[in-house]
Every structure is written in C-alpha cells, then in structure tokens.
C-alpha cells in the first residue's frame, strides 16, 4: 500500500471543506462510470453529501497545502463499512487511493470492514483487490437498482 506524500494532509473534514466534495464526488463518479451517458447534476451530489455525510458516518478528507480537497472517503465506523472512497479525477494513480485504504486498514477499522462496488465498476473492483479486499455477496443497491458486490477486508492476523 502507499504512504502520504509529505505535502497532503489527512484529516476529518470541516464544514468549510463540504462545497468541494460534491463536484469531487460527481466528477470522480463519472470517470469511474463512463458507460453512464448522463451525470446527475451538481445539486443531486450536494444534497447527497448534505444528507449522507454526517452521522452515524464520519468524512475524512486528503488535502494539499492549498486547502484543496484531492480525495475523501465516508465510513460508518460503528458498522465498519465504507460507504465512499474518491479520488479527484486529476489526482488519480498517484496512490492516494491506496493511501486512504491503509490508514483504514491501520487505523480506523483494523478489525476489518467492508464496502459495496458497482459490479460494472472493474476499476474499482481490481483496485480494492490489489489493496488485499475479497468479494462476497452480490446483490442491488437498494435506492438505484445497480448491481454490486460486497467487499471485505480482514486482517491478516485473523486469516492464520
């Protein structure tokens, strides 16, 4: 996995950071989504991030010296799931995806946790198995209808 590097910041997100998570969100979904001819529009994204990322969830976000938000994810930790994990578009492959994934698996859940991915989504689904998930149970999502699959991460101690 990847460490941080040194001019990003992780930390819980502020209320100042919410207006970039919505165009994060929508940009990064429909990158991951190419197949999708047609985006929600902006405020579908903010009334998302106003309605899903507070409690019982906690937000973390990675950002750079200038305050810009490059990557977030969304854990209920209580239920060890991992609700959203983006990455700004532009921000992609340098390892700050993998990097959000370690300090899950270090830090926040090192019990284990788990995650839901758009079975269509192969990118995410590769990416999550190179950082050590197993796919389980598919199954739809029960607000749109997609198909995903559960994900999930256990610590290697407890495979012994």
């Not at 999708?36 to 106003?50: E, G, I, K, N």
């Amino acid at each position: 996995m990847s460490r941080l590097p040194h001019t990003l910041t992780l930390r819980p997100a502020t209320p100042q950071d919410f207006p970039q998570l919505a165009p994060l969100w929508r940009d990064a979904w429909a990158s991951a989504n190419p197949a999708v001819s047609t985006v929600a529009p902006l405020s579908h994204w903010a009334a998302r991030v106003d309605a899903e990322f507070g409690p019982p969830c906690s937000t973390t976000v990675l950002v750079d010296q200038g305050h810009t938000v490059r990557a977030f994810m969304v854990l209920d930790r209580a239920q060890a799931h991992l609700h959203q994990l983006f990455v700004a578009p532009g921000a992609q492959g340098q390892g700050l995806g993998a990097a959000l994934v370690q300090q899950l698996c270090e830090q926040l859940c090192p019990q284990g946790w788990t995650l839901h991915v758009a079975t269509t989504n192969v990118r995410a689904r590769r990416f999550y198995a190179r950082c050590g998930l197993v796919e389980a149970v598919v199954d739809r999502h029960p607000g749109t209808g997609r198909e995903r699959v559960l994900c999930r991460w256990v610590p290697p101690s407890a495979l012994r």
